[in-house]
């Protein structure tokens, strides 16, 4: 399949430097991760009762409470989508609202027992199944690819408005 990702490719756009094919042929590859890995976390997050995307809220939360608006900019969601996650969270008790001493109207989330034992849940789930995915691949590479992909989130074209 990677071949037929990097023909399409071509044909969308033959003009582009080596450094941008190459960009735009590991953007196709990471979306498609993108994918994979929501399924596999929602299957992670569904014992518990969760989804991908309450299990992020969580976990944004498990080592200190956040204001709705941190944890949209630390995940590159928008603000008013985890505030609708974390209405749920609230609502279902896995979360609660307390004040923020440093804005009156932005209230922190902080985890509930009801919500450290969930996020603890699917936290075991998520270790086995890294150690077995990670097992399958050279620990070396990796480390390579996380620090290429920390490097490209770092860029600043990539904080650029592309228009």
Known sequence: MTGSVSKRQDAVNIDRTPAGEALSRLVVLVFRLE?????????LARP?????????????????????????????????????????LERDGLIRYADNPGHKRAKLVELTPA?????????????????????????DDLERATEI???????????????
């Open 35 to 43: 994918g994979a890995l929501k399924a596999a976390g929602d299957s």
């Open 48 to 88: 518990a009762g969760q989804t991908s995307a309450r299990w992020r809220v969580l976990a944004a939360v498990e080592s200190e409470p956040l204001s709705v608006a941190r944890i949209a900019r630390a995940w590159s969601f928008a603000r008013q989508s985890v505030q609708r996650v974390a209405d749920e």
């Open 115 to 139: 919500g450290a034992a969930a996020l603890a849940q699917i936290q075991s789930a998520q270790r086995a199944w890294a150690d077995e995915l990670g097992g399958q691949i050279d620990p």
């Open 149 to 163: 992909l920390a490097r490209i989130l770092e860029a600043p074209a990539l904080r650029r408005d592309p228009d």
